[in-house]
């Protein structure tokens, strides 16, 4: 019994030690002095660094600096200012939006993925819409909008994604403001123009993954970014294949 209870603390001390020195990976904005996870570089003005020195907890973005991000990630569209935290910082990332850490008297690193962050879009649409959503969206369990919804989901469990899609596509038509059916609708074409991918469909895939970008919003930048990214990898494709075949064909 004495020599379990000691396996058993020894094992506990063991794990303590060793979990302690694990980055908070999920949440933590900072580790070892610098952001933890995607980062933009910038380098400060001298009058930033005057007004940080000074005990400023924030700086506004010149106009050349937001152009060299938006050159990286439109999340900047809308972002006047950065917060700045010290590289020492322990922090969670819940609440943050638009913030950075000093890791040079001149130098900044600003999180990428909490640039243009808004919290009222954040959390995904559910089906069937909360009581106050539904009159929000002025739906009731009568509305065209909302039968066609039901309906297109249970195509969807269904795996009948044709019919899926073209309830979904009423349904937004019918409530524009429908989040859940313009999600859905985005994600059985994203997923078929995967499909159609490995097929080698490549126009197909083209054309859906167009229509997936055109249903995102703007604040819905990492759909945005990853669809324009799979755009220009089938775009690229597409190309290599045409020249492929060019070559193949015989002179006459």
Known sequence: MRRNLATLTQALLTLSLITTSWPALADGLAYNGHINGEKIDLKLTPQQVKELDKGSGSITLTNEQRLSILKITRRVEDVKSIA????????CTCELKNVAIRTGKNKIEIAK?????????????FWPPAPEQMKELNLTKASPAYILTQLAVKAEEAKQYEIAIDLYRQATAACPKLGYA???LRYIYSDKSEELEKQGKLDEALSLCRSAKALTTKHEYDSREELEERILKLTKKKLKNGKAES???PNR
């Open 84 to 91: 700045v935290l010290p590289a020492t910082v322990r922090t």
């Open 247 to 249: 070559l193949q064909k």
């Open 182 to 184: 313009r999600h859905h």
């Open 113 to 125: 993925c909490l640039l243009g962050r808004d919290f009222s879009r954040e959390d995904p649409p």
